[in-house]
Structure formats: C-alpha cells, structure tokens
C-alpha cells in the first residue's frame, strides 16, 4: 500500500503445561517461555511498532511475594527494549550465582520473568497518544489472587459508550473511555461476582478462609464469566486475559473479524494472531496449528486443563478479507495462495485496458506489499501470451522460420520500476515544501521502458485515500516517458470507514468518496448528500443508526466503472504528460479469491455488526458538518 494507515495489534500467549525443571532439562535453557515469546512477538512485528508489551505470572507464590509483572515500552525498537530489560534482569541477578541459572527453585524464587503463564502484546495506536498508559496488557489489581486480571488484544469496540453505561449502573466509577479498559473493567465485574458467589457457597462451612480461596480458584467459571461479560460487546476482536492465580483465556468475536490461532501439546498451549509465527516459533506445519472458532474462548485453567468453549451466539462469519489482501503476513499458506488469486484475476481486466498489446506494456509493481499479487497477475499475463502463441501457431501452421522465433519469444516485459527508500523525515512545515520532500519516498529506475511508446501498468495492493498516488507516484513515473500509465488495485474501492481495528475512521480521507463527490457534483445531484446526511441524523437521534447504512445510498447512484474513472482524474496531477487509467479488483473477484474472509464491509458498506452501521452514518454527519472526529 502506498498510503501509510495504522492498522491492527497483535497478541503472543504462552501457558507452560511442565514443571520449570523440566523445559531445563530438556532444553538446556532456563529462557525456553522468553525465547519462544520473543520469536512470536518478532514474527508479528508488522502488527504493532507503536508499543510493546509483556506481563507474566508465578504459580503458587508465597504472601508478600511478587507474582504478576509487567513491562511496557515505546521506544523506537519496543520489542528489543522489553527482552533487553528482561534478559539483563536474569543476567545481572545470576552472574554472582552461576550454577543457579539451571536451577528451576532457584530462578522461581529470584528472577521475575521465571513464570508459568505469558501474555504479550504488539499495539499500533488506532487513536490517542502514543504513551506508556495506551499500551497493553492492562493490570486490574485486587489483594486476592482470583481477582487480579492481566488483559490485552487486538480490537476496537463500537459501543464503548454503552458499555460505559453498565459499568455506571452496577456502581463503578469509571475514569477512562477507552475500550480495552472497559472490557477489563467488565470482565473484571463477573469475575468479582464469581469469586462472591463460590466465596458465600463454603462460608458457612468449616473451612477457613484461606481454604475457601483456594476453592474460588480452582472453581472460578471463566466461560460463564465471558458469555456474561461480552454478550454486548459490538466489534471485532481477539482478546486474552490472565487471572492472577493461573487461569488465563483468550476469546475472539463472533463474527470472526480479527484472527487467532492456536496451538496446544504436551508442553504448551500457545496463541498469536498470526498462524505462521505460531509454525516458525515450533517449528510446525500448518495443519497442527488451528483456529479460534469465532465467538469461542480457548480457557486454559490453572490446573492445566485446557477446552474451546463457545461463549456467543454463532454469527455469520465474516472474517476481514482486507487484512488478507493487505495486512497479515504473506508467509501464511492461505493468504499466499489468496494474494496470488486477488493478482490472477485481474488478468482479464488489465489485458483489455492495454488492448492486448503485450510487446508495448511494461508491468510491474509498487513495494512491497503488492508482490505477490504481482506474481498472480503475470500468471495470468503470461497464460494469455501463451494462447495467442497457439492460436497464431493454428492459425498459420507454416510460419517462417524467422516469424515462429518471434512469436515463442514473446513474453511479458516485467521490470523493477519503483524503489521504496528508507522513510524520510523532513523538517520543513510548509506544505508546497514538505509534499516536495515527502514525494521522495520512492524512486524510479531510470531508461526501463521505451519513452513515448510503452504502456506502463503498476499494480498496488489497494488504494486508500490516493494521495501518494497523487503526490508522488504518478509525477515520478511520467518522467520515464509512458504513454500511458495504468494503476491495477488487488482490492476493491475502499468506501467506508473501519471501526474494528483498522485506522481508517474518517470518511473524506478516502478517494472512492473523493470521486463520488466529484460525480453528484458532474451531475447535479449534491442535494442527494444533504438527504443522507438528514437520514443519518434523525436515526442517531432516535437510536437507529444501527439499523441501516445510509450512505450505500450515494454510492448505488453510479456504477464501479464510473467512480474508477473519476478516480483516475483526481489523482492524476496537472502536469503529468501520460494518460492515467485506474482499475480496481471487483468484489467478486475479492469473494473469490479470499472465499474463508467475506468480510467485505470497506468496500461494501455491508457491516458484521450493528454498530458498524452507527459509525458510517457518524461518519458521514461529521464530514458534513465539517467536524474533523473520529466516529467511533
């Protein structure tokens, strides 16, 4: 993607099922949990480079010892600067005391990190300061084991305000709006009234109260707690949580929007939000490591007992396809094996649009994301270079020499048009100054295509507010001389806004919007935007908003070809000499390619959940009003 978005977090979650001795034995470290964590939070990195952070917990502590910790960081390399506190920690602590570092006791009783239970988190900041607070796990503190609770997760929540509501009712004070502390907070509610509840089944009885709070921990019900606590949660997530005496859980919405996977033996139980730095860390095939149903709760008790519970109503799944095209990983086999087909499919569109002229186009693609969908698309290229080899071979079987040497030479002219440098950072606050400077991100290589002759077509992975597009790239690559330059999309239009982990809440910002604009304006028909803007205003007001996504009705005026090339227009720049198409992937094609992750709502407009209607129809009377919010 060329337009830099922030986007989604990412969780790491070890529970060891073995004594400490054991992984020392077996493994020759005392740092097997720490080792294991850091290459699952190394292998998510693309999930989060605002913060970072790591809480653990000790099994059956002494009173007065220290038996949850936590580190957070936002330095530059938060990763780096959370294990490099850590690991200097148990360095510095057995340097006087070397024969100790294999010994399990030893390490338990002195070292803060020898724990049993991890949970790690890599955050991008969707919103709000980049500062310590912001950064997961959260901790909600209690004197009592059983009520202590360590959370954190990769989510956005619709419905904060409501949830906010329930917290006021039952008697709380809330401070903060923030949604994961909101959630800890609720969470943390049934847990207080599970406690109680086992607490006042052994009062009478003859056990004291030491006995009885060993009877809460091992008989806390943490699925009733999380069907109780999320059974209004209105979003998309994946979030895990920690009791401070040893049960732990991980949950994911029902509709499946965020991803989480798992994987469980002998030894561990693991969870990550991304499947291939669960097969990288344990070295895995793919098929061991499996998915978090969506609205089930992988619970791990503190006895080791481990079971998916289904927590929430089953939903349609509707799993996020723009995070496949774009976002996770391209290691995973499936989004792979999707961004090759996003790229394949274009096939048809992109030979029309150059007029099947292979000979005079150049393709290529913009870094870094695009490449694999690049290498789908030449797929196709190449397929369709193939049958005209045939055909013209049929159709003329006595081909001179010279003519068939030509023809079975022909292939597609791949080269590496743009150069992605290292991110710049510019001083300068005038705008005309800092777009100059900022328009240098990329480069060209120069002298690769034939000036004044060649079609080049460059495809991106998805096009979200074109201002990349408008600013640098186009400029760049009409001093290389085309005729003609076509931008390929693997994604669709991006219309509306997310509000389910994915920074792109504002609805202006996107150039689909941009040209919709533009195209009511061609036409005569602005008065359309104040008629959607009334809608949207008389639902929130009677707390309908919910209920129906209003500004589908703008766009249902124009067709796809239509906004494409309104599209083209706007980001072409004024003074670029080659003429600028823009195609885009259908929702079809992206359906087809990604046919497990149907969630198309970007695109669409089609949200999983109510609350996703709110925020569009928010959205839509903040860009009206001129109200620069966000709408969730």
């Not at 500062?131 to 959370?151: E, Q, T, Y």
């Not at 369709?384 to 006595?398: F, L, R, S």
Request: net charge neutral; glycine share 6%; proline share 3%.
């Amino acid at each position: 993607m060329s337009d830099s978005i922030k986007h989604e977090c990412g969780i790491a979650f070890i529970r060891l099922l073995k004594p400490q001795q054991y992984y020392i034995d077996k493994y020759g470290t005392s740092s097997y949990a720490l080792n294991k964590m850091y290459l699952l939070m190394e292998k998510q990195h693309n999930r989060g480079q605002d913060g970072a952070g790591l809480a653990y917990i000790k099994f059956d502590t002494l009173p007065g010892e220290e038996y949850i910790n936590r580190l957070r960081s936002t330095k530059t390399q938060p990763l780096q600067d959370i294990f490099t506190r850590v690991f200097n920690e148990f360095n510095t602590k057995t340097k006087s005391f070397p024969k100790q570092r294999l010994n399990a006791e030893w390490l338990k009783q002195n070292i803060s990190s020898a724990g049993e239970l991890f949970l790690g988190h890599l955050r991008y900041g969707t919103h709000g300061a980049n500062s310590i607070g912001a950064c997961h796990p959260f901790i909600r503190k209690n004197n009592w084991r059983s009520r202590n609770l360590v959370m954190a997760g990769n989510f956005n929540l619709t419905n904060v305000d409501e949830l906010i509501d329930f917290l006021i009712e039952i008697g709380q004070h809330p401070i903060q709006k923030r949604d994961t502390v909101t959630v800890m907070e609720k969470i943390g509610h049934y847990v207080d009234s599970d406690v109680q509840r086992i607490y006042d089944k052994y009062k009478g009885s003859n056990h004291d109260r030491k006995a009885i709070s060993s009877f809460i921990e091992k008989e806390l019900d943490i699925e009733e707690i999380l069907k109780l606590a999320a059974k209004d949660f209105d979003g998309g997530y994946l979030m895990a949580g920690l009791i401070g005496h040893g049960d732990a859980f991980v949950l994911r919405d029902p509709n499946g929007i965020r991803p989480g996977y798992y994987y469980m033996d002998e030894e561990v139980v693991v969870v990550a939000s991304e499947r291939p730095a669960i097969q990288t860390s344990f070295n895995l095939s793919s098929d061991k490591v499996k998915v978090i149903p969506p609205g089930h709760a992988l619970i791990v008790k503190k006895d080791g007992k481990v079971s998916l519970k289904q927590c929430l109503p089953e939903r349609e799944i509707l799993s996020c396809s723009f995070e496949r095209v774009y976002f996770s990983r391209g290691t995973d086999t499936e989004i792979y094996k999707e961004r090759l087909a996003l790229g394949y499919g274009l096939t048809e569109k992109v030979m029309k649009e150059i007029n099947y002229d292979y000979e005079n186009t150049v393709f290529s693609f913009i870094p870094n994301t695009a490449e694999v969908a690049f290498y789908g698309m030449m797929k196709g290229i190449e397929e369709h270079i193939n049958t005209h080899k045939q055909t013209q071979i049929e159709a003329d079987p006595d081909l001179s020499s010279d003519a068939l040497n030509r023809l079975l030479s022909l292939r597609p002219r791949v080269e590496k048009i743009i150069v992605k440098d290292v991110k710049m950072r510019t001083f300068i606050t005038e705008d005309t100054a800092r777009d100059e400077m900022v328009s240098h991100v990329y480069d060209i290589t120069y002298d690769s295509i034939n000036r004044n002759l060649d079609t080049l077509v460059m495809l991106d992975d998805s096009i979200v507010r074109g201002t990349t597009l408008e600013k640098s790239i186009l400029s760049i690559l009409d001093r290389l001389g085309p005729k003609k330059i076509v931008v390929v999309s693997s994604a669709p239009q991006i219309r509306y806004p997310d509000c389910y982990g994915i920074d792109m809440s504002k609805i202006q910002d996107f150039i689909a919007f941009r040209a919709l604009l533009a195209l009511l304006k061609d036409t005569n028909q602005e008065h359309k935007i104040q008629e959607v803007y009334h809608k949207c205003k008389v639902a929130l007001k009677e707390g309908k908003s919910k209920e129906k996504n209003y500004v589908q009705e703008l766009y249902a005026l124009f067709t796809d070809d239509e906004i494409s090339a309104k599209v083209a227009e706007i980001v072409q720049p004024k003074n670029i000499v080659a003429e600028v198409k823009v195609i885009f992937q259908s929702i079809e094609g992206l359906n087809k390619s990604c046919p497990k992750n149907l969630g198309d709502w970007y695109f669409t407009g089609n949200y999983p959940t109510p609350g996703g209607n709110k925020v569009v129809n928010l959205a839509f009377v903040y860009f009206v009003e001129d109200r620069n919010e966000r709408a969730y």
